[in-house]
């Protein structure tokens, strides 16, 4: 499985694809619209984090310039009757910031801004997102479920225990009240909590 490419941006295709030349290799990647503009020019060096889309009959790569943008593209996938492209014109559309916001919100008319999406998917899609989708990945949720800007101890804390196997909904409740900046003591602090939960 490829997870990230770096290499030269060497063409723009068509149907939103980049040629990226890795090591004389080019991989066709499928990426947003915003992104396509975001690259930079011909023959510069690119990153992208990639997620490999594999089916019985072919693979495709899609990038992502930033790690929570794949971190909601794989949500968005493993929401019920989302498809690759219905998942990048939501992407397309709200970026990892503003849907942790219209989520926080549940915002389904914000949703319904995406082309195909009605309010039935819309609101199917926050009820689902909810539940798997942990945004932001650069900040944390504060106690009212809002998203914190910044990264901070706490979002490295955060991700520690998502590295260890605790679930969204195990996390939250222990990080709501806790503050400081070193991490190992927080993350101490946490373990506790979960511990005593």
């Known amino acids: 499985m490829i997870g ?3 290499g030269l941006l060497t063409d723009r295709l068509n149907k939103g694809q980049v040629l990226i030349e890795v090591g004389g290799v080019g991989y066709r990647v499928t990426v947003t619209p915003t992104t396509v503009v975001t690259l930079g020019e011909i023959g510069q060096e690119i990153y992208l984090h990639i997620h490999h889309h594999i089916r019985e009959t072919d693979q495709t790569l899609y990038g992502f310039t930033t790690r929570p943008e794949r971190v909601c593209f794989e949500a968005l996938l ?3 009757g989302v498809g690759p492209s219905l998942a990048l014109a939501v992407l397309g559309v709200h970026g ?3 849907l942790a916001q219209l989520l926080a919100d549940d915002d389904v008319a914000a949703l319904c801004l995406v082309p195909g999406v009605g309010k039935k998917t819309a609101t199917r899609l926050l009820i689902e997102l909810k539940g798997s989708l942990d945004l932001p990945v650069d900040g944390v949720l504060d106690e ?6 910044g990264r901070s101890a706490l979002t490295e804390v955060h991700e520690a225990l998502n590295g260890l196997g ?5 996390i939250r409740p222990v990080l709501a009240n806790l503050a400081g900046d070193d991490v190992a003591v927080l993350l101490r602090e946490a373990l506790q909590r979960l511990a005593r939960a």
């Open 4 to 6: 990230s490419l770096r």
């Open 96 to 98: 990892p910031n503003a």
């Open 144 to 149: 009212t479920g809002k998203p914190t800007t």
């Open 78 to 80: 493993s929401a019920h």
């Open 166 to 170: 605790y679930s969204i909904e195990e």
